[in-house]
């Protein structure tokens, strides 16, 4: 591709989408299809290539017979489209949920627990490390003993962990509005140093 042309389709790209933001318009509606339509078709030429060389390659050249069972699974997707042998495509179905499960239960115990519970048992050293112990029990007794009780220790307990929600939520949604603005100064960088080069 010429790179002149990819430059042009880029900002005509970026310009109709960010059109958007003054209303919805032919322009934008154009490039969400073609973005979908992009999408759609990546997925499909990247399926067909895992499928390639995960699966059909090391079947037929390397004689790996156990690989006929994915494909089969597979396959048996697709007798969902039919109405008799729709009760086959269970089968996969519930095998990528069995294992979807164990491994999403196993990541999550170990990253959302585990470590959650051993990065709070810490020497407190330092503020932030008092900081840390005293937000995450206070936030535990706000979720636990909050409702429930009306002593003053624990209303003053559940009203630390309440500002430390706050604080939490504060942090994660800036850091939302940075990224989102990240990509909004690259997308402006790229218009105007790239494409009509008025900053150098």
Known sequence: MNPTF???MAAIGTIACYSYLYKDNLAFQIMEHVFIG??????????????????????????????????????????RFTKNL???SRWPIAFMLGVGAAVTITGQLDAQLIRQVRATMLPIRHVNDFLIVVGVLGTV???LFGPISNRKPVRVASQVGMWTMMAAFGAAYGNTVMARMSLVIGRLQFLFMEWIQIIR
């Open 6 to 8: 990819g430059l042009w």
């Open 38 to 79: 992009i999408a759609a078709a990546h997925a499909v030429a990247f399926g067909f290539n895992n499928i390639r060389t995960m699966a059909w390659i090391p079947l037929v050249r390397d004689q790996r017979w156990l690989w006929l069972v994915p494909l089969v699974l597979g396959v048996l997707l697709y007798t």
């Open 86 to 88: 729709r009760w086959l």
């Open 141 to 143: 007794i706000y979720f």
